[in-house]
């Protein structure tokens, strides 16, 4: 089963695929490329060779600041509406672990994310940024960037 982001611009009328690309396939797409230039392996199915794409648990969106949660340390963020997304650089720790119960609330001219998962783990952001990250009941600011 594909995994994949929809977006509507037109309140549900018509939906649209928006692609991402995990870091695991961001490293298999240069490999690929690099393969490739030197006149090697084309095959389509590199990247799925190499890779396999986690779930996605759940997404919300609150203006242009967007956050996905999934499975196995899947953490991606948006700050275009959804348009593009990327994968937040998470600890090591924490990379096995799953997201979901995300809250986005507009603060001033923020808006602050907060998420929940696997072992009591919370992230919270601000825009796009990882602001404090860890465990509750001690949460601590983000050295993450």
Request: proline share 2%; with cysteine.
């Amino acid at each position: 089963m594909a995994k994949l982001i929809l977006k509507t611009g037109d309140g549900g009328v018509s939906w649209k695929a928006v692609k991402y690309m995990t870091s695991e396939e961001e490293s298999a797409m240069k490999a690929l490329k690099k393969i490739i230039a030197k006149g090697g392996r084309t095959e389509e199915n590199y990247i799925k060779e190499r890779t396999q794409r986690r779930p996605l648990f759940e997404i919300k969106l609150l203006g242009d600041i967007a956050i996905a949660g999934g499975d196995a340390g899947i953490f991606l963020v948006s700050g275009d509406g959804g348009e593009t997304w990327h994968e937040a650089k998470l600890p090591a720790d924490m990379s096995l672990l799953w997201f979901r119960g995300i809250s986005l609330a507009q603060k001033g001219d923020s808006i602050v994310g907060a998420v929940i998962g696997a072992k009591s783990v919370c992230i919270v952001t601000l825009d796009t940024d990882l602001y404090a990250i860890g465990y509750l009941p001690s949460l601590q600011r983000s050295e993450v960037k």
